[in-house]
């Protein structure tokens, strides 16, 4: 039995609500349940009862034992003198205010529905990718679609307080900010950490003192990012003017290198390997270095794109790393990599934007942007395709990640609009019900 169970019985009102008593044997009468708090403090807030003929107002806190209030510190904690009613599976200890008075009691032992129960039970011991694989397929499309949604904001809202982190510790840079997203988006899942680090190491205003020299900046990014080799015979001409170009910006500002070993080349095509996307991320501010202006100034999504159309000097066409050339190619960022800075960073700034300066119109941009771009392809994605719920949008399937992530993995079912559908239909089956014995009034002292 877990907690957010009981959250879910109570706030759905899904228990037996007759002759409801209190564990002292007074009656209750539920006028208004409350409003789920999600924050710090009792569960329920502005809560309606009836006990024992009088009126209350005030708060609810939910446990599976009552005994947990002392365990989670409740009882030195004024914020919990509101609380009215405890409601718990059993009570083993009576509690009471720091006043004295005791907190009247509800039992949900005998008073959850076996349906439920059993579900509930099922959902919680699934060995499948998902708790409710089995009843997916009987989810309807208003509610798959709605919820969906609903996570996706939710997403952009989490990916916005992380942006908002990093605008804090850019001093309130809205360019710095953006620039370590991006920095961090270019890297993939694989040199994401890496190339953020870079970009701090790097500060923008740093940059934007030598954009109009890309050497310049392709000499302070490779050089700080500890991948430019050391001086042999025979090198080209290149490699040795951007080691000079790096002594002496080093030295004038004061710069100390990441270690090589921040970065991986296993595993991965030669068109994704960080020196390549340093590179382009030299580029990419050597054409502008107001890049997030740029993209509040963006029309659509075909001018965001545009933002991120690069041609790297003549070296790094002909070379993925330091060493001997190749073939000639423009090496232009892919268009899954440039997705994946405008699903990463264009979106989450967005909404970060919207939020801060209270304009809705950004925080719609950051959704639309998402719902025209296409789906991302990654293993997840294409597991919610085999199980039938296939994403359309780059929106759902950041929402699918999401869902996975936040509330299957954890198994936060009854948070969930899907997993609320299914236990508010359950069927009763075979899967044995929770445990429920005759309580035994054995109270333990306070304190």
Same mark, same amino acid.
């Given at each position: 039995?877990?907690?957010?169970?009981?959250?879910?019985?109570?706030?759905?009102?899904?228990?037996?609500?007759?002759?409801?008593?209190?564990?002292?044997?007074?009656?209750?009468?539920?006028?208004?349940?409350?409003?789920?708090?999600?924050?710090?403090?009792?569960?329920?807030?502005?809560?309606?009862?009836?006990?024992?003929?009088?009126?209350?107002?005030?708060?609810?806190?939910?446990?599976?034992?009552?005994?947990?209030?002392?365990?989670?510190?409740?009882?030195?904690?004024?914020?919990?003198?509101?609380?009215?009613?405890?409601?718990?599976?059993?009570?083993?200890?009576?509690?009471?205010?720091?006043?004295?008075?005791?907190?009247?009691?509800?039992?949900?032992?005998?008073?959850?529905?076996?349906?439920?129960?059993?579900?509930?039970?099922?959902?919680?011991?699934?060995?499948?990718?998902?708790?409710?694989?089995?009843?997916?397929?009987?989810?309807?499309?208003?509610?798959?679609?709605?919820?969906?949604?609903?996570?996706?904001?939710?997403?952009?809202?989490?990916?916005?307080?992380?942006?908002?982190?990093?605008?804090?510790?850019?001093?309130?840079?809205?360019?710095?900010?953006?620039?370590?997203?991006?920095?961090?988006?270019?890297?993939?899942?694989?040199?994401?950490?890496?190339?953020?680090?870079?970009?701090?190491?790097?500060?923008? !205003?740093?940059?934007? !003192?030598?954009?109009?020299?890309?050497?310049?900046?392709?000499?302070?990014?490779?050089?700080?990012?500890?991948?430019?080799?050391?001086?042999?015979?025979?090198?080209?001409?290149?490699?040795?003017?951007?080691?000079?170009?790096?002594?002496?910006?080093?030295?004038?500002?004061?710069?100390?290198?990441?270690?090589?070993?921040?970065?991986?080349?296993?595993?991965?095509?030669?068109?994704?390997?960080?020196?390549?996307?340093?590179?382009?991320?030299?580029?990419?501010?050597?054409?502008?270095?107001?890049?997030?202006?740029?993209?509040?100034?963006?029309?659509?999504?075909?001018?965001?794109?545009?933002?991120?159309?690069?041609?790297?000097?003549?070296?790094?066409?002909?070379?993925?790393?330091?060493?001997?050339?190749?073939?000639?190619?423009?090496?232009?960022?892919?268009? =899954?990599?440039?997705?994946?800075?405008?699903?990463?960073?264009?979106?989450?700034?967005?909404?970060?934007?919207?939020?801060?300066?209270?304009?809705?119109?950004?925080?719609?941009? =950051?959704?639309?942007?998402?719902?025209?771009?296409?789906?991302?392809?990654?293993?997840?994605?294409?597991?919610?395709?085999?199980?039938?719920?296939?994403?359309?949008?780059?929106?759902?399937?950041?929402?699918?990640?999401?869902?996975?992530?936040?509330?299957?993995?954890?198994?936060?079912?009854?948070?969930?609009?899907?997993?609320? =559908?299914?236990?508010?239909?359950?069927?009763?089956?075979?899967?044995?019900?929770?445990?429920?014995?005759?309580?035994?009034?054995?109270?333990?002292?306070?304190?």
């Amino acid at each position: 039995m877990r907690e957010d169970f009981l959250h879910y019985l109570w706030r759905l009102a899904r228990f037996d609500l007759r002759q409801l008593r209190t564990t002292e044997g007074e009656a209750l009468t539920i006028q208004q349940f409350g409003t789920h708090n999600t924050n710090a403090g009792p569960d329920f807030d502005d809560a309606r009862l009836r006990i024992g003929g009088l009126q209350w107002a005030g708060k609810v806190e939910i446990h599976v034992t009552s005994s947990e209030w002392h365990a989670h510190g409740h009882g030195d904690d004024p914020t919990y003198d509101g609380v009215i009613l405890h409601v718990v599976l059993e009570e083993d200890q009576i509690i009471y205010r720091r006043d004295g008075s005791r907190i009247p009691c509800l039992e949900l032992l005998h008073r959850i529905p076996p349906g439920v129960q059993a579900t509930y039970w099922r959902l919680m011991h699934q060995a499948d990718w998902v708790p409710c694989q089995p009843q997916l397929p009987s989810v309807t499309g208003p509610v798959r679609a709605i919820w969906l949604q609903r996570i996706l904001a939710e997403r952009l809202a989490r990916k916005a307080a992380e942006f908002t982190e990093r605008l804090e510790a850019a001093q309130r840079d809205w360019e710095e900010a953006f620039y370590h997203c991006i920095a961090r988006a270019m890297g993939g899942k694989v040199n994401a950490e890496a190339m953020e680090m870079l970009a701090r190491s790097v500060p923008l !205003r740093v940059l934007l !003192r030598h954009k109009h020299s890309l050497l310049q900046l392709e000499a302070l990014l490779f050089g700080q990012s500890g991948l430019l080799p050391e001086q042999v015979a025979g090198e080209d001409s290149y490699l040795t003017r951007l080691r000079q170009e790096y002594e002496l910006l080093r030295v004038k500002h004061d710069l100390r290198s990441l270690p090589v070993t921040a970065w991986r080349f296993l595993r991965m095509r030669p068109n994704n390997f960080p020196t390549v996307r340093i590179a382009q991320l030299a580029c990419l501010y050597y054409r502008s270095g107001q890049l997030f202006g740029k993209a509040l100034a963006a029309a659509n999504t075909k001018e965001l794109e545009a933002m991120f159309v690069v041609s790297l000097s003549n070296y790094w066409r002909t070379h993925y790393r330091f060493g001997p050339a190749v073939a000639p190619s423009d090496r232009k960022l892919g268009k =899954a990599t440039v997705q994946n800075i405008l699903i990463n960073a264009v979106a989450p700034a967005y909404f970060a934007y919207g939020q801060l300066r209270e304009d809705e119109r950004y925080r719609e941009h =950051a959704m639309t942007l998402l719902d025209t771009l296409p789906p991302e392809s990654n293993t997840v994605v294409a597991k919610w395709r085999k199980l039938g719920w296939s994403a359309t949008s780059a929106g759902e399937s950041q929402a699918l990640l999401e869902l996975k992530r936040q509330y299957c993995d954890p198994r936060r079912c009854t948070s969930c609009a899907v997993g609320c =559908a299914i236990l508010n239909r359950p069927e009763l089956g075979d899967a044995p019900p929770l445990i429920v014995r005759e309580p035994v009034r054995i109270y333990r002292a306070v304190g």
